[in-house]
């Protein structure tokens, strides 16, 4: 078993900047993957950025060169830097860990990008 929780969600104006974290516990040896994922009303859940164990990324053409995810396996957690957030960000957040056949979920956590 993993257990996600996420946190650093907020309102913020565009243009402006947002670090989630996600602390991972658990069966945390298991974990190799990790990565965030959006849901905005009425959308389907989509991949915002993931990051390997060794430290390889990939992120969503529409966040490339604003998000940043990194992680810091000391601390079990994984990080994503938003900055230049734009109204479109806004999302219900959610990290993520695949184990094999079983997709671990955070709670999420809400961006809200407004002025």
């Known amino acids: 078993q993993v257990h996600l929780v996420e946190s650093g969600g907020g309102l913020v104006q565009p243009g402006g900047s947002l670090r989630l974290s996600c602390a991972a516990s658990?069966?945390?040896?298991?974990?190799?993957?990790m990565g965030w994922y959006r849901q905005a009303p009425g959308k389907q859940r989509e991949l915002v950025a993931v990051?390997?164990?060794?430290?390889?990324?990939n992120y969503a053409d529409s966040v490339k060169g604003r998000f940043t995810i990194s992680r810091d396996n000391a601390k079990n957690t994984v990080y994503l830097q938003m900055n230049s957030l734009k109204p479109e960000d806004t999302a219900v957040y959610y990290c993520?860990?695949?184990?094999?056949?079983?997709?671990?979920w955070g709670q999420g956590t809400q961006v809200t990008v407004s002025s």
């Open positions: 658990g069966s945390i040896f298991s974990i190799n993957a």
């Open positions: 993520n860990a695949p184990v094999g056949l079983v997709n671990y």
């Open positions: 990051i390997t164990s060794g430290g390889s990324t």
